[in-house]
């Protein structure tokens, strides 16, 4: 079946703009991951969905990144006033279970943002 | 939170030879750990995990071992190919409280066959 899909692939703001990234997970899965890719580094954690509820934001570096997921499929990441340093890939990944315990993640290729 | 060290940074072996990646974690309380390659500009993909209740799994060429006293795991991979050539992330998960499946990753192992 399909894989974790997002949109766009590739996205360009100018500093300051506001952008929105979307996630179309694999159907029926119930957790729903983001994560910021840094140039070189490991993937780092955002914030999770357990179906529509957002369980935990922890990761989210600041107030001007928002994330939903209204109906409990497609998930938006959401960023104000873009900023250099936010510059990175942003993963989506989707799981078939709740969180807790083993949850094999299912990673989506990735938007790669740069702000100029 | 937890902490995942993953060394070496760099790897470079030659066709046919074999290849190790260690990662150690800090949180006594993860029970899951997958190991990721990632070739450039392309997804992570999940190659093999390993729960905390055994101490090694094996599939084909590819092979994970854990140690939770020490809490070490590592990726084995015998035989490689030049098609192996990418970079390895370990990741940790399980631990602690909140969201227990949020993943920790390392900071990843360029890994390159040469021939």
């Known amino acids: 079946g399909a894989g974790v899909s997002q949109s766009p692939r590739y996205k360009v703001a100018k500093r300051g703009q506001d952008v929105a990234l979307r996630c179309d997970p694999i159907?029926?899965?119930?957790?729903l991951f983001w994560y910021q890719q840094a140039l070189g580094q490991g993937p780092e954690f955002l914030t999770y969905?357990?179906?529509?509820?957002?369980?935990?934001k922890s990761g989210l570096p600041s107030d001007r990144f928002f994330a939903e997921r209204p109906e409990g499929s497609v998930s938006t990441l959401k960023i104000q006033r873009t900023q250099q340093e936010d510059s990175a890939v942003y993963l989506c990944?989707?799981?078939?279970?709740?969180?807790?315990?083993?949850?094999?993640?299912?990673f989506g290729p990735g938007t790669r943002l740069t702000v100029l | 939170g937890e902490n995942v060290e993953q060394h070496p940074s760099t790897l470079s072996v030659q066709e046919g030879d074999s290849a190790v990646i260690k990662c150690t974690y800090s949180?006594?309380?993860?029970?899951?750990f997958p190991w990721y390659k990632q070739e450039l500009g392309k997804r992570p993909q999940l190659i093999i995990d390993i729960r905390s209740n055994v101490g090694e799994k094996k599939d084909q060429r590819i092979a994970v071992t854990l140690n939770k006293t020490a809490k070490h795991f590592s990726l084995h991979i015998t035989e490689t190919q030049p098609e192996d050539s990418a970079v390895y992330f370990c990741?940790?998960?399980?631990?602690?409280?909140?969201?227990?499946?949020?993943?920790?990753f390392g900071t990843g192992t360029r890994l390159q066959v040469t021939l």
């Open positions: 159907s029926g899965h119930v957790s």
């Open positions: 990944a989707s799981s078939p279970r709740p969180a807790g315990g083993y949850n094999e993640q299912f």
């Open positions: 990741a940790a998960s399980g631990g602690g409280t909140g969201t227990a499946s949020k993943l920790t």
């Open positions: 969905f357990q179906n529509e509820a957002q369980l935990d």
């Open positions: 949180d006594s309380a993860s029970n899951y």
